[in-house]
């Protein structure tokens, strides 16, 4: 997004990029349906961005959801907005409108250099790119960095930029997973009955540092060692950084969310008529054998055994999460360039000329869009930023 700005801005552009073709992560997320964007109203969509909202809010003033609907149906691909105001391209896929892009910048006279890896600057502030052919040197008049976040490094994005641009003195945040899997210890009970099953219709909640509580509803997978998929990932923030700061986080699970704690314990009070447990919660609690088997997991036989305070584990019903799924397997990734080494816009205030866009930068989103709206949004940021840069010099 940055190329285009800048070319559309009259400059000459190169990208380089490290991988036999550009854009694999973005192609993978088409796998998944590429959920570009979200249609939510904008106030609620920049308070997506946590802590760095206000920092996030500066590049969508310049390519907000709305516009870049709009720039992906102007490379003829038409979006709708799924029922949960996500949007998607009609075909759910990235590479139509990849193709289409990719085709635009040729046609622009952008040229796209693959296998070019930069592994920083010469003495003579030159970019230096390892390639099939060696070590090749560009001495380019300014330079925007894109290089992805740490997630899934086999895509391209693998994170070696901390280290070149920490030598440098530039202050990066450590990059962590986001959006990502969590660790418990499950029973080999759970493990072998279980994993892979869905957890259906459940509302987990975590208590954040200041006391609050954040809850979601949804569904999330049980796997062989812990939690994974949508749920989870919503809350993965604040269940990061409890572990963080605490070397574990309790997730809280109403395993019921339409019955009431009471409703829950009349139902269960009730005479048993030498019915089994399992069968009552299943018959008169509506809960299946997963959440059956996690009310035995986590609750001692006495609470088990006690209507009223049975009824009230299945409203809450605490997991705890020793650890994240590591770094490269999760969605994306959190930290980057903290905003304080930039100047007023994106560029690194030590480093004149060089502008930083993307997951590479210190803000993290759920899912919904808002990874690749910000990314892309922060991609124009940059490209303005420096042909504004370069025409007010000399
Ligand atoms: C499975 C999965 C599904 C996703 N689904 C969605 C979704 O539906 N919606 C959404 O909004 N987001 C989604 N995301 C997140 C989204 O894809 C990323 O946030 C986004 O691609 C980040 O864009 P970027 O340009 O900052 O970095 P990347 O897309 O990671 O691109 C970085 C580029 O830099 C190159 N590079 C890195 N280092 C070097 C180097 N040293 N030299 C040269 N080149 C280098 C890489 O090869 C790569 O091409 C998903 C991510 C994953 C993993």
């Given at each position: 997004m940055a190329a285009e700005t800048l070319s559309q801005r009259g400059l000459q552009v190169d990208i380089y990029d490290a991988?036999?073709?550009?854009g694999r992560k973005f192609l993978l997320a088409g796998v998944g349906?590429?959920?570009?964007?979200h249609s939510e109203a904008s106030e609620q969509f920049a308070r997506r961005?946590?802590?760095a909202s206000p920092w996030v809010e500066t590049w969508l003033q310049q390519l907000d959801a709305e516009q870049l609907r709009h720039w992906v149906h102007g490379l003829g691909v038409q979006t709708f907005i799924g029922s949960s105001g996500r949007v998607f391209p009609v075909e759910m896929k990235a590479a139509p409108l990849l193709r289409a892009w990719l085709r635009r910048l040729r046609e622009a006279g952008v040229y796209l250099h693959s296998r070019h890896r930069w592994t920083g600057w010469d003495a003579q502030r030159r970019l230096v790119f390892e390639t099939p052919a060696g070590a090749e040197t560009v001495d380019a008049v300014a330079t925007v960095l894109a290089?992805?976040?740490?997630?899934?490094?086999?895509?391209?994005?693998?994170?070696?930029w901390v280290k070149t641009l920490s030598e440098q003195g530039i202050d990066v945040a450590p990059l962590l997973p986001a959006n990502c899997g969590f660790i418990a210890d499950w029973s080999p009970y759970l493990r072998e009955r279980f994993a892979g099953a869905p957890l259906k219709q459940v509302i987990a909640t975590v208590t954040l540092a200041d006391g609050s509580n954040q809850s979601r509803r949804g569904e999330c997978i049980v796997t062989q060692d812990g939690l994974e998929g949508s749920l989870v990932y919503a809350l993965s923030a604040p269940l990061r950084d409890r572990i963080i700061t605490e070397g574990r986080a309790r997730l809280r699970l109403d395993?019921?969310?339409?019955?009431?704690e009471q409703e829950l314990s009349a139902l269960l009070a009730k005479p048993r008529k030498g019915q089994s447990l399992a069968s009552v919660l299943r018959k008169?609690?509506?809960?299946d054998p997963l959440k059956v088997a996690l009310l035995h997991e986590r609750l001692p036989a006495a609470t088990l055994a006690d209507a009223s305070r049975l009824a009230a584990g299945i409203k809450s019903l605490p997991v705890e999460l020793s650890a994240t799924r590591p770094l490269d397997e999760a969605i994306s990734s959190a930290g980057g360039i903290r905003r304080t080494e930039m100047d007023r816009g994106l560029m690194l205030k030590a480093l004149p000329g060089v502008f930083c866009a993307g997951e590479m930068l210190d803000w993290e989103a759920p899912t919904g869009g808002y990874l690749l709206t910000a990314c892309f949004a922060s991609g124009r940021a940059a490209g303005n930023d420096l042909a504004d840069w370069l025409s007010a010099r000399p």
């Open positions: 991988m036999p073709s550009p349906g590429m959920n570009i964007t961005y946590r802590e290089l992805g976040g740490g997630s899934w490094g086999r895509l391209g994005s693998d994170g070696a395993l019921a969310p339409d019955r009431s008169r609690a509506g809960l």
